[in-house]
């Protein structure tokens, strides 16, 4: 039965995940706050702190507005960590993607079951950003397709798979990288870094600061700190995944990649002021379009 | 052939039988028992030719052939009763065109040519018997309790004009059946004009001035539609030689230049049908009927018709390059327009309306591409829309009644106030929009189908109203996820025929998603593999068991996982004291009572009907007149 074997390998790659991605993105949280510090001229928390406060949370009683919220988070969670296992496993990236879609689907309804007039703003604008990077998602899953079509030695065609990037000669890039730039561009939406941190924020000159989380508190509040640390490990992914051929160590130069594109990420939040909404819609749709000319370029080759 | 013969003639006797019997209970339990009846012959009839080749009866009738001109007549009569009566010329104008036409190919050409095989079965007429027989005969079950409330809130003089309604539904699904069944095309005409009018009968029902009006916008558009039809069939009987629908396919992919007149005309017809930009209107006008009504024409019945002939035809427009652009154009264009103008409404119906456009879009847009692949698609994007569709409108249906209001906005703390029909309206919703449901599994299989045909414009256009099409959701699913204090449960009168119904829909829904391989499997991949001869390249299995999995996850997460938490309950954040937190009022800082308000977003200025509405209609009419006009002239790209 080999469509059991792909299922165990997924959910064991889901729980691998769910126990790394959280370290990882621990850390990389830690020097996301040394950095912003050190461009700030402070000298900033140690490289633990993110963990140190979440275990703090942790600690906390457990109050609520409501009896459902903690079960949405919840939800949000294991789905974030499915996708990462589906990524990290090699699978479908289409698959991958909706399933992280729908683990902010149970977040923003998280946000929205709170009823606080704070939370609805914030669930509405994380819902507007949804919207505003989705098309750009779609466009890097199909991205990757047809430049997997054109490398590999397939008759035209080719694989959605992750793990086909390692059966290639040449790495995506080389084919798609104005749908790489524009992944960038909205990476910085989803990571929640100004000017696109509509729904919540770190920054606390912010009108709106937290927005989604305003009424989550406790281990509730913990959990979705979790879920964000996984989700930055997912989305750093796919920004390697570009780089990634038939070699052992072009996993290193991704990995690199990634690290530098997250310094960017870093330094764009503190550069930037907070858009409107309506800009935040319009640039990211525009960068969408141009990411179609790209791949409609990859389809007349 | 037996049951062939019970799903098209069982329904007219139980209609017969709801206008002659006028006492309410005799009514419901005649219903009840028709439902059931019909239900279990789609059933029998799934059982016995699931996954087999399509099989052809031989039936051939100059009595049936006579009776369905006659039909068609006394349908044109009708029409041309209620235009006298309201004054309106044009709807008599088409309808006379309409039966001049009919007759002048009834007794030129059609009456020479006999099809021997009157009747037939395949996979997708079996899943279209299923979706009418089930979701179909659940909507009337449904309408029993819906009518007696809708009856209770009309004035005590007014007449009780229930079983005309009642016999209508029933009408409609034998209607239905009689074009999924019927392999001799001028039957299958006849039983189109027949669901155009039932529908003309049911918009109108409440004789409301508006009512009126957006039942002659129906039948006007669908009348156009219909001449589409029989023009198609007036070139088929003179340039093809055949009325047989199982020859002209076949000849068809012979030889693509002799139908493409035929199939640009019969894809107009099925894109009036299916509502699709410039036609969206009269599907919106729907939505002033009884809910029931609106249920029926949007997810089993009516609307499904247009695009189960757009499907059939899917392999021809593989051969047509012109039709071909045409349906994908049309489809497309509908598709992401009408998710854009979703976003603006706060009437839930309207955007039930809205979506339901979007989705039909959709599914045109998979049949004009006509790849194995696409065709996958666009049967499963018909089968979940149809169930999840019905599921949404039976729950806001009882949720007007219920709460006195179809708007969104008052939706707030359903989730209390509804216990359950709140978890099955999300349920329904996020089947409609997010994965791991059967809608967008068939979502992501036609962007696979766009993506192997190079169909880049496609890819875009399915990326952003993707996009928006989680927007208008979303934020409805917000509003209904909202939990305050302890209002009062208003859902404990709910009729039971209402309850049925909503379970039936809802189980079947999460049957459907989490059966999809084995119904992939099953029922849709015979039909691509008997049409195509190979299936192309599929959404692999083991993703589409991850993705049941999830369903399963998610529904326990809905129905038991919520409201299980012991955390201590505190109040909600209001800046200020907080007083009512059900209300949301809190002490401001003049020690006085501020409510805090919040609606949700509809960003009219980007997305409002009258800036988006007119580019659909001039781009879509611009489209389809150059297609019709290449294709007189004798201009086929082949």
Known sequence: MEFFEGLIITIAASVVFAIIAPVVGCLLAGVDRVISARMQGRVGPPLLQPYYDVRKLMGKEKVSVNTVQGAYVVCAFIFACLAGGIFFSGGNLLMCVFVITLSSLFLIMAAWSSRSPYSEVGASRETLQVMSYEPMVLIFAVAFYMATALILPLDGLGSFNVSSAFMLNVPVITYVWPVFIGLLFILTIKLRKSPFDLSMSHHAHQEIVRGITTEMSGPTLALVEILHWCENVLFLGWVGVFFIWGTWWSVLIAIAVALVVYFIEILIDNNFARVKWQFMLKSAWVVALIGGVNIAVLAYM | ?638
């Open chain 2, 1 to 638: 052939m037996q049951i062939i013969g019970f799903l098209i003639i069982f329904p007219l006797i139980a209609a017969l039988a709801l206008l002659l019997i006028r006492q309410n209970t005799a009514r419901n339990v005649i219903v009840y028992i028709s439902g059931a009846a019909i239900a279990c012959g789609s059933i029998v009839l799934a059982a016995t030719y699931m996954g087999a080749q399509a099989v052809y009866f031989e039936f051939a009738s100059e009595i049936v052939d006579y009776l369905c001109t006659a039909v068609s007549c006394i349908c044109v009569v009708i029409i041309v009763a209620f235009a006298v009566k309201y004054k309106n010329v044009f709807a008599a104008i088409l309808a006379l065109i309409q039966m001049v036409v009919v007759l002048y190919v009834e007794f030129s050409f059609a009456s020479q040519m006999e099809v021997e095989f009157g009747l037939y079965v395949d996979s997708l007429s079996v899943i279209m018997s299923l979706i009418i027989g089930i979701i179909g005969s659940g909507i009337c079950v449904y309408a029993i309790g819906y009518m007696e409330d809708f009856q209770a809130h009309e004035p005590e003089t007014a007449k009780d004009r229930r079983p005309t309604f009642f016999a209508i539904m029933f009408i409609f699904l034998s209607a239905m059946f009689a074009i999924v069944l019927s392999n001799n095309m001028s039957w299958m005409f006849t039983a189109w004009e027949v669901t155009t009018l039932c529908s003309f009968l049911l918009i109108g029902y409440t004789k409301t001035e508006e009512a009126i009006r957006n039942a002659f916008r129906q039948i006007i558009m669908n009348l156009a539609g219909g001449i589409g039809f029989i023009v198609a069939l007036w070139f088929c009987a003179a340039q093809v030689g055949t009325l047989s629908f199982a020859d002209f396919l076949s000849i068809g992919i012979n030889n693509p230049q002799i139908v493409a007149i035929p199939i640009t005309f019969l894809a107009f017809a099925g894109i009036t049908k299916a509502a699709q930009m410039p036609f969206q209107t009269w599907l919106l006008g729907a939505m002033v009927a009884p809910t029931p009504t609106s249920a029926l024409l949007h997810s089993s019945t009516m609307v499904k018709a247009g695009v189960f002939l757009l499907v059939k035809l899917a392999p021809l427009f593989l051969l047509n390059p012109i039709a071909s652009v045409m349906v994908m154009l049309v489809g497309g264009v509908t598709f992401l327009l009408c998710s854009f103008m979703a976003i603006s409404q706060s009437n839930a119906k309207r955007v039930l309306a809205y979506s339901t456009i979007a989705n039909l879009g959709l599914i045109t847009m998979c049949a004009g591409v006509g790849t194995p692949e696409a065709v996958w698609a666009a049967i499963f994007l018909i089968v979940f829309h149809a169930i999840a569709k019905s599921l949404l409108f039976l729950c806001v249906g009882t949720a007007e009644h219920h709460i006195g209001s179809r708007d969104i906005e008052d939706m707030d703390l359903l989730f209390e106030r509804m216990p359950r029909l709140a978890r099955l309206m999300m349920l329904g919703i996020m089947c409609m929009f997010i994965a791991p449901f059967g809608m967008l599994v068939a979502k992501w299989a036609a962007l696979v189908s766009f993506v192997n045909m190079d169909q880049v414009a496609l890819i875009l256009i399915l990326a952003f109203g993707s996009a928006a099409t989680f927007m208008f959701w979303a934020k409805w699913l917000g509003k209904l996820a909202g939990v305050a204090g302890q209002p009062k449960n208003v859902e404990l009168d709910v009729h039971v025929s209402e309850w049925i119904a909503i379970m039936l829909m809802a189980i079947l829904l999460v049957f459907a998603c989490v059966a999809l391989p084995v119904i992939s499997a099953y029922m849709v991949e015979p039909y691509v593999v008997e049409v195509y001869g190979f299936l192309g390249q599929d959404i692999s299995f083991d993703n589409l068991f991850i993705a049941s999995i999830c369903v399963v996850v998610v529904v326990i997460a809905l129905f038991a996982g919520l409201g299980r938490s012991k955390a201590r309950q505190v109040d909600i954040y209001l800046a200020g004291v907080s007083k009512d937190n059900e209300k949301r009022e809190f002490q401001n800082s003049l020690s006085g009572q501020t409510v805090a308000t919040a609606r949700n977003w509809y960003m009219n200025d980007i997305f409002g009907e009258a800036r988006i509405a007119p580019v659909g209609v001039i781009f879509n009419s611009v489209i389809m007149c150059c297609a019709i006009v290449l294709a007189l002239v004798g201009i086929t790209l082949i």
